[in-house]
């Protein structure tokens, strides 16, 4: 297992006890790659997870957990989300605090199924534009949106590059149509290496990197941007990134 940043590490304790009763043996396992996980959740429900699915869930307060849904209390209120194994909604609604979206219009790239946009409405913004092109999490995430009455989100499914076509908005089409914004999240599977030279329009960002990230600083600098980097693993972290 490879070395965690003792801020980080913290944050996961605190992320793991919120959801698993049994938090310290469920680490433990995970660090000893163990494939099937004994799992206590705070409800008093008991089941065996995979590992990966257990990173998925880590800091939800579950009410209910079954294998196509999650309900969980967040905020005062009661989340559902179908398909939970294709998104991260545990970094969805313990993660984004980094960003203050209180009356602002979000941009969110790689939406997943809704998790992240939700939490992003629940936590104050005036309007969040979502952006996935994964054609089965589109259809989740409206799913959802519905289910959870999230009603200021505006859906765009398709990805993110620098031309247009059947699948892909270009960067500026994507500013004139959606925008403009006041901050923006993005993590969509290395499109941000792609998108990021062009990004100049938005006051405040919050970029999940993996592995190379040096490039990324370079371009955001050069738009004029003021970039800090967080490493949560040795390859794997936040930039976050703010308009002169």
Not at 218 to 234: A, D, F, I, R
Request: hydrophobic residues 40%; aromatic residues 10%; positive net charge.
């Amino acid at each position: 297992m490879e070395f965690i940043p003792p801020k980080r590490l913290l944050e996961l304790i605190r992320q793991y006890s919120t959801t698993f009763e049994n938090w310290h043996s469920v680490m433990l396992s995970i660090y000893l790659h163990k494939e099937r996980i004994k799992c206590k959740l705070r409800n008093g429900q008991l089941l065996y997870l995979k590992p990966n699915e257990i990173v998925l869930l880590a800091g939800l307060k579950i009410v209910e957990l079954n294998e196509d849904s999650v309900r969980f209390q967040f905020n005062g209120r009661e989340i559902c989300l179908k398909g939970w194994k294709l998104s991260y909604p545990g970094d969805s609604f313990s993660d984004y605090w980094r960003i203050d979206v209180r009356g602002k219009r979000v941009l969110d790239i790689g939406a997943g199924i809704g998790d992240s946009p939700i939490y992003f409405s629940i936590a104050g913004a005036k309007e969040v534009v979502a952006v996935e092109v994964d054609s089965k999490k589109v259809e989740l995430m409206r799913e959802n949106l519905k289910a959870n009455s999230i009603n200021n989100v505006i859906v765009v499914d398709k990805g993110v590059g620098i031309k247009d076509d059947e699948n892909y908005i270009s960067w500026p089409k994507l500013i004139s149509n959606y925008g403009p914004f006041d901050v923006a999240k993005i993590d969509c599977d290395g499109c941000e290496k792609i998108i990021v030279p062009y990004i100049k329009e938005i006051p405040s960002l919050l970029i999940e990197w993996d592995y190379n990230y040096k490039d990324i600083v370079s371009n955001l600098t050069k738009n004029g941007y003021k970039v800090k980097v967080e490493h949560t693993l040795k390859n794997l972290g936040f930039i976050y990134a703010k308009k002169r």
